[in-house]
């Protein structure tokens, strides 16, 4: 690893968002999905039950031991092509950043644009459009990214910033249909189903020479991240009898390994918030993160505080 005198820390939480058009994708549908328009269904932004509602698209979770902000949205840019197999072009924001108070903390940041196009199965079924089989998307990745690393010689924490390149597709495990379905009835909210996403990066600019930076931040990576979220079906009734399913599980997990230099070897970040839904704006929540990322090293933190949603809505109908 090369050492790395650069300009001194900048402290403070970047917030940044990741645009993107994208699809949502999936292995073996098992079951048939109505939906108005087979786009609606592929987005996952229609529940299969009236009245469910769905999380808002972006979180950031505060306490005493900092902060980690994240999330992503996906926009449907316009109707989708073809009778049996319909493309369809998508637009996704993603965001991603944490934040602590330690002196020598390694405070990352990245936002994404992701042109991408949906490909899903059509039927027709009682008059309407029905989606079925595989749900995956190809899409390509713009990111920009801000992280803080460590000087090996001095010690000093520098920060350093890249444009990032890609491509890839996702895949949405709608296998897991009918449990999501049950879970979704029980306590009336939608769950998207799981995600698989493989990708190929490199980086295409630094902000510094790349001869002064680490060999594991500047070189190409192959990348396999999985993501999800499930509010657990564990209810009770309130006064006047309202029931309530508090409980929310939303997980990341990233494996990404250099295609190049000394160190090819799987690096893991993982990122998991349990968090229990007051009903209002704020939440409570737990929030862990630790891991490394195409060579980028994130800072252990185990967050006890609150929870903000914040974005678009996207309520049943």
Known sequence: MKACPRRPLRRGLAIVPFAALCGWAGVAGTHAQP???PE???LGAKPDTPGQGQMEPFSITAGPEGAVLKGEDT???ARGRGRRTRVTPYARVLVDANWSPRR???DNASLTLQPSLGIQRIEQQNGGPISHGAWFYAHLDFRQRRGDIKDETS???ESVNQT????GVEFKLTSLYEAYRKAANKTGFFNDYPRIDIDYFGVAHNSEPGGDLPDGIVVHHVQVALHGDFRFPACWKQEGGNTVCPLVLQADYTGSRATEGPERKWESLGTA???YDTG??????ITYRSGKEQGLQYDRQLIFGLLWGFGRSKPAP
């Open 40 to 42: 609606e269904k592929f």
């Open 273 to 275: 918030t349990l968090r």
């Open 155 to 157: 010690g000093r924490v």
């Open 280 to 285: 209002t704006e704020i939440d409570l929540a």
């Open 35 to 37: 939906a108005d328009t």
């Open 104 to 106: 020598d903390a390694l």
């Open 75 to 77: 926009f449907l840019i």
């Open 164 to 167: 990032i390149l890609g491509a």
